[in-house]
């Protein structure tokens, strides 16, 4: 039972352009999401996260936006740049104080294009 | 700064054998978690530590074990080991203070054959 699912396995973009990559949840008790990124050899590295009490956030290049009734959530990078070819992984977790427990997707791989 | 370092990184073992799996965690952290994460998979959590006691599990057998040591490094245990614990096993170390503490090392992998 898939809790997090990242439908697209890899995705391509041109250089300069927007990278769109999606994430479903099913677990209604979900209320803190979070991307990572992840380059081969090295561990998965924190980007950007949202709570369940906002729609959109934002950092630089990276906008994470969440749709708390359709339970999906979308990470933008704008423009991508090639320096962003990895694999993104979308987490969630139920809140509840220290809860540090992440629950996974199986990651997209964005391949950014020169 | 030193961030989350693991060891060791690559290893090989036989089928039915024990392997240990240590994780310093980044300076100031004091709760750590395992995850496995399998060729093509997202990591799963398999427990966290936190003030030497195992806080919480996902769903893995007896066969996996841990202990956290007052220094906060962590070590993760698998007995018997099976083909299908090949994997990448990753250490995550946090603080209670937010969030984005959760850093990750670069894993251990470990092969089963």
């Known amino acids: 039972d898939q809790q997090v699912k990242q439908n697209s396995p890899s995705l391509s973009v041109q250089e300069g352009r927007i990278s769109i990559l999606n994430c479903d949840y099913t677990n209604s008790m979900f209320d803190y999401f979070l991307w990572y990124k992840k380059y081969p050899a090295e561990g998965p590295t924190f980007l950007i996260s949202i709570s369940s009490i906002k729609d959109k956030n934002e950092d630089g290049r990276f906008t994470v936006f969440l749709n708390k009734s359709a339970k999906h959530l979308s990470l933008h990078i704008v423009p991508s740049q090639p320096g962003d070819s990895a694999v993104y992984f979308c987490?969630?977790?139920?809140?509840?104080?220290?809860?540090?427990?992440?629950?996974f997707g199986k990651g997209t791989l964005l391949t950014v294009n020169p | 700064d030193a961030g989350v370092t693991q060891s060791p990184t690559h290893l090989i073992k036989t089928r039915g054998q024990q392997v240990t799996l240590r994780c310093s965690p980044k300076s100031g952290h004091d709760t750590v978690s395992w995850y496995q994460q399998a060729l093509g998979q997202g990591p799963q959590f398999i427990f966290q530590y936190y003030e030497e006691e195992e806080r919480q599990r996902g769903n893995f057998p007896d066969r996996f074990s841990g202990h956290q040591f007052p220094n906060y490094s962590s070590e993760l245990n698998v007995n018997a080991l099976l083909l299908g614990d090949s994997a990448l096993y990753l250490c995550a170390s946090s603080s209670r203070s937010g969030w984005n503490t959760i850093y990750f090392g670069e894993g251990s992998w470990l092969t089963v054959v």
């Open positions: 987490a969630a977790s139920s809140s509840g104080g220290s809860n540090y427990k992440l629950t």
